[in-house]
């Protein structure tokens, strides 16, 4: 059983399209998390929700719209998609303890042409 | 601006070399500190972590970390590398300790483990 599954893994798609990544984790995790990494491979947290509330929300534009309908669940809708929203992205979750450790899905990979 | 650092970008290695990837950061305070390992094709998983207490860190798969205070570091290595071992290595701090992962990664590094 996969603990942290996301779906699409891969997503080609036009400018100007609305897209969105789902994510569901069974590790009984109380946070999750949206990861982007970019083609020169870096890492850099999006948002992360804790029991359904939204505890971190990095810079990113609000095209990007997270959703999470349960804890063990973590959408992300993305609006009006640009050609620098191609990346990879990861979903992760972990349980809130401060010697926590992340557990990622395995990535869904978005092409915008 | 605050950050972590892994200067090697691209190792390569013939096998049962030995490894040490380095990584820096420069946060104050109390940091919690991690490799993460991300193989062709798959996601990214733990190797190791550093919470407190012995600076030098055991992981899986006959890995190890120092964590150095003085010196911001904590720098990966394994003796002997295998051709299995090809794959991104990632550095991660947790500057805030708060328990919710907000991780800053390194832009890691990619090691190839020639046979």
């Known amino acids: 059983d996969t603990a942290v599954s996301q779906t699409p893994k891969y997503l080609v798609t036009q400018m100007g399209n609305d897209k969105s990544i789902k994510c569901e984790q069974n590790?009984?995790?109380?946070?999750m998390y949206w990861y982007k990494q970019d083609s020169k491979k870096f890492l850099k947290i999006m948002f992360s929700y804790n029991n359904k509330e939204l505890i971190i929300n990095e810079t990113v534009p609000n095209r990007f719209s997270p959703k999470s309908p349960d804890k063990a669940h973590l959408n992300l809708h993305i609006n009006s998609l640009e050609l620098g929203d191609s990346a990879v992205y990861f979903c992760?979750?972990?349980?809130?303890?401060?010697?926590?450790?992340?557990?990622f899905g395995e990535g869904s990979r978005l092409t915008v042409l | 601006a605050q950050s972590v650092s892994q200067h090697n970008h691209h190792v390569i290695l013939s096998e049962a070399a030995s490894l040490e990837l380095g990584c820096n950061y420069s946060y104050g305070g109390t940091v919690n500190l991690f490799w993460y390992v991300q193989y062709p094709g798959q996601h990214l998983q733990l190797l190791l972590k550093?919470?407190?207490?012995?600076?030098l860190v055991k992981g899986i798969k006959g890995f190890e970390a120092e964590f150095i205070k003085s010196k911001f570091s904590f720098n990966l290595r394994k003796p002997s590398v295998q051709w299995s071992d090809t794959a991104e290595y990632f550095c991660a701090v947790d500057p805030m300790n708060t328990g919710f992962q907000k991780l800053v990664f390194g832009t890691g590094t990619r090691l190839l483990v020639s046979p």
């Open positions: 550093y919470f407190s207490g012995d600076p």
């Open positions: 992760a979750s972990s349980q809130v303890r401060v010697d926590g450790e992340l557990f």
């Open positions: 590790l009984g995790h109380d946070t």
